[in-house]
């Protein structure tokens, strides 16, 4: 099983960027989701949450700016970053309760992916 991240890069202030997250291999069933990040010399955060029937909750730095979703169908995630600021700069890496092959589930990382936002 892997999650693959994708969509990071630099964007200015008040811009906008989608990060995906497709997560691939022997999946049986997929239960919550979200998306963490961690900025320079700072600890991981959890950005968004996303359950398997749709349930979400956000950081309080993010709310009303991100918005995370997924499609179950393609095991996939997204967090749509609007207004961005400078301190969103961060590798962002996404993450998910997996149920593989062992019938059991196991929590996975993404292989993070940079946004930084500056002009």
């Known amino acids: 099983v892997q999650l693959q991240a994708s969509g990071g890069g630099l964007v200015q202030p008040g811009g906008s960027l989608r990060l995906s997250c497709a997560a691939s291999?022997?999946?049986?069933?997929?239960?919550?989701m979200g998306w963490y990040r961690q900025a320079p010399g700072k600890q991981r955060e959890l950005v968004a949450g996303?359950?398997?029937?749709?349930?979400?909750n956000y950081a309080d730095s993010v709310k009303g700016r991100f918005a995370i979703s997924r499609d179950n169908a393609k095991n996939t995630i997204y967090l749509q970053m609007n207004s961005l600021k400078p301190e969103d700069t961060a590798v962002y890496y996404c993450n998910a309760d997996i149920l593989g092959s062992s019938w059991r589930y196991f929590n996975y990382w993404g292989q993070g992916t940079l946004v930084t936002v500056s002009s």
């Open positions: 996303i359950t398997s029937k749709g349930s979400t």
């Open positions: 291999g022997s999946i049986f069933g997929i239960n919550s």
